[in-house]
């Protein structure tokens, strides 16, 4: 009888002691939904400002501010790319102080963009800690480089037995991604001095350089690819450095004969048009298989890459280049 009063007794307090587990669990998981429920409340979205224009070819702007509770604003652009927003901005305002209403004007500075589509966005910041929520940002979209022509491009050419290389010059693709964008390059191959008889013609995409370009720190120059171990020949600039090209290297093989190569860029919106055609390279091919000799030339203005410890370019540092980048104007416009 002792025993089963014992067994009775320690039945009834796990019975207590778990119900009073049970509650507690209870009251902690509805305790912490009642508190993010109000901390989510308890945000007040800022009213947005409103007029928001921009003037692509000055760089100015103008908006309502419409809260005295927003702490500040930016305007940003950021590039867009076959549609796509990218996710860092190429330009930028200060901090733009808030704490007042109405209107707000300024410029941005037009240095980091180069040409194509962009969505300049007005940002609203809540100040950090408040009970504000910022609201979504509001934009303009812009493109740049209408009605202008893409910088004419230069080249090296390089043969031996039946094959030929082409290297577009390094710093065209500077002034192409500083100041404008990498385009289309159209390679046209002709069996006659007059350029009458096209041959054989091929599109490469120099956006894909991107991938392969490096900086050489000392002279912060543009390195778009080279090999001083691996190459089957090697190229001797005018300051006597030596090596072989990779990469902004395109290769083809022809019948024996004697041809004219040009480039041209072309380009990639309709409102931007492609450059001058190069100035005509002509180079012979035999049916051999090609050697460690090979034979150079070149169109009109190619220049070498600079040499320090490496070979390099930079953008805006060949003035004398038809339709050159950095003498053409500042030609935008609001497509929304």
């Not at 007794?9 to 009251?27: E, H, N, P, R």
């Not at 930079?314 to 609001?334: A, F, K, L, M």
Request: proline share 5%.
């Amino acid at each position: 009888m002792t025993i089963m009063k014992k067994i009775g007794a320690f039945c009834i307090l796990i019975l207590v002691f778990s119900l009073t587990l049970s509650g507690c669990a209870k009251k902690e998981i509805e305790s912490s939904g009642e508190n993010t429920g109000t901390e989510e409340s308890a945000k007040t979205l800022l009213t947005a400002p409103t007029d928001f224009t921009y003037d692509p070819n000055t760089g100015s702007y103008s908006f309502i501010a419409n809260d005295t509770n927003a702490a500040y604003y930016f305007i940003r652009a950021f590039g867009v790319v076959d549609g796509v927003e990218q996710p860092e901005y190429v330009a930028s305002t200060k901090r733009l102080k808030g704490g007042a209403t109405g209107e707000m004007t300024g410029k941005i500075s037009l240095d980091g963009f180069g040409w194509g589509t962009y969505n300049i966005k007005l940002v609203t910041f809540a100040a950090a800690g408040s009970n504000y929520e910022a609201p979504e940002a509001q934009a303009v979209t812009v493109q740049y480089g209408v009605d202008l022509p893409l910088e004419r491009p230069e080249m090296l050419v390089m043969s031996s037995g039946n094959q030929v290389e082409l290297v577009v010059d390094w710093w065209t693709l500077c002034d192409y991604q500083t100041y404008q964008y990498m385009p289309m390059m159209t390679f046209t191959f002709y069996s006659d001095e007059a350029l009458t008889r096209s041959v054989m013609s091929d599109t490469v995409d120099l956006h894909d350089l991107l991938a392969t370009q490096k900086m050489n720190p000392p002279g912060l120059e543009y390195i778009w690819g080279y090999t001083t171990s691996e190459g089957l020949h090697y190229y001797t600039t005018d300051s006597d450095s030596t090596f072989a090209f990779i990469y902004d290297l395109y290769t083809y093989s022809l019948d024996a004969g004697d041809y004219y190569v040009t480039c041209q860029a072309i380009s990639k919106d309709d409102y931007t048009l492609d450059s001058k055609v190069s100035t005509p390279v002509m180079f012979t091919l035999t049916d051999e298989a090609p050697t460690e000799a090979f034979n150079y030339a070149t169109t009109q203005l190619w220049t070498d890459p600079q040499q320090m410890d490496m070979p390099g370019a930079n953008p805006g540092q060949q003035p004398d280049r038809v339709d050159v980048c950095t003498e053409q104007p500042v030609s935008g416009q609001v497509i929304q």
